[in-house]
């Protein structure tokens, strides 16, 4: 009894740790965005966290753990009611309570809409973007979380020696589905108008960096709940283990990324350093408890390389991605899942064949259900606001708000 | 009575503010302007490199008697002066007219 509560208080302090990390996206997301689009994005942020919540009380959570399942989709089973055993220490192995296993999934669930909010920032309709959020947190986050942490077919699915596909806290699972929907939706989209001059791209600088900074250190906290939680339980060495990957990892994406961005473009770029302490977060995400410390500082460091080429990429592709999340959470995200089965202890060919086959399988679904409904909402109810709300800014039109009423000097 | 009007750069303020008052011009008016220029200023910003056209600078006012148009016009130079472009001009102009709101007197008493 005095060990579940230890690990349930743990795994409650790493709740709230996940649902902090809700305010470091924000705060990342306003930064490097335009003062004009402020209470949009932030608007999208907080509807993602309380309607995701809700959702996932509603059908998420049934969704995603249905028990004994056919191992592609379970069934629809509204509201919570917590098994007989739920609160004993037969429940989950003693490393949580029923109810804390609902509040810990339920913050992550909200984080994958999240993603795509910062992608598609400065001139989604914010209709079409509810309407998204709820149908991608509601049913397509879930079913895909399904498939591995709720036992479905990829975690038992075997390849010569290795058997079940590994994301430990969702490099895959949370990251790259949020990754993929927030590809799909830039490309349906467009870019901003400026963003691309004689198909070059165009510098657009946000509107505080110094609210980007704070958001990823907040974030980089919320990943000790993220990571940390994923153990489930408190289990001193697991949890201990995993906040030392998780650390080294972001330090060496962030140190990573500044100089390969310094040495190409010959400035200390404080976005980029940003990015790349992102980048190697999402990436040890899949294996931070498998890895060393010289692992996670390698796959850390990759990350901090993949991060600068793939901004660098999404801009020659004519996409515009305002913070970078394509290249955070996609790029980085599918490095991280390959990367248990080229480092640590899961390394091997055949774990990695199934790492390949999971991110194979993420990524036909992920593109498959967010290309139906982000196509569906622009030809219906359109999903770009009007060329004029744009260079005016969101705030204006759809909220009729100001975020800074003392302070109006750029109306750019 | 003149108008002598400078624009220069803010990291000189201080120092045109100090040579100023050196040579008796201790009351004046400024403010934080943005223009355009033949300056270019560069930036890099997420690996896309991009100039700015418009220049920071800080806008001073300052009125006058005839006799110290010169002494003015003469400390701001020495002291705003980097040698590189961008230092920035100074307008000199006829003022008709001071009053001091106050007393409501007038010419060029109210400038001492």
Sequence with gaps: MELLTINNVWMMICTALVFFMHTGFAFLEIGLTRQKNTINILFKNIFIITVGLLLYYIIGFNLMYPGDFNGYIGSIVTGIT??????????????????????????????????????????????????????????????????????????????????????????????????????????????????????????????????????????????????????????PEATSLTLVTTCLAAAAGGVVAMITSTILYKNLDLTMFLNGILGGLVGITAGADQMSPEDAILIGAIAGVLIVFAVRLVDKIKLDDPVGAIAVHLICGVWGTLAVGLFGAKAGFDQFVIQLIGVACYAVFCIVTSFVIIYTLKKTIGIRVSEREELEGLDAHEHKMDAYPDFRLNEH | MKKVEAIIRKSKFSKVKKALHEVGVNFFSYWDVTGLGNEKEGHVYRGVSYSTSDIQRRYLSIVVNDDFEEVTIKAILDAASTGEVGDGKIFVSQVDEVYRIRTGEKGGNTLK
């Design chain 1, 82 to 235: 917590p098994p007989e055993n739920g609160m004993t220490a037969d429940y989950a192995d003693g490393g949580y309570t029923w109810w804390t296993d609902f509040l810990f999934q339920g913050m992550f669930a909200a984080t994958a809409a999240t993603i795509v909010s910062g992608a598609v920032a400065e001139r989604m309709k914010i209709g079409a973007f509810m309407i998204f959020t709820i149908i991608y947190v509601g049913f397509v986050y879930p079913i895909a979380g399904s498939w591995q942490w709720g036992g479905g077919f990829l975690s038992s699915l075997e390849f010569g020696d290795a058997t079940g596909f590994y994301d430990f806290a969702g490099s895959t699972l949370v990251h790259s589905v949020g990754g993929w929907a927030a590809l799909v939706t830039v490309w349906l989209l467009g870019a901003r108008i400026g963003k691309f001059k004689d198909g070059k791209p165009q510098a657009i600088p946000g509107h505080s960096i110094p609210l980007a900074t704070a958001g990823v250190l907040i974030l980089w906290l919320g990943w000790f709940g993220f990571n940390g939680g994923s153990v489930l339980s408190a289990d």
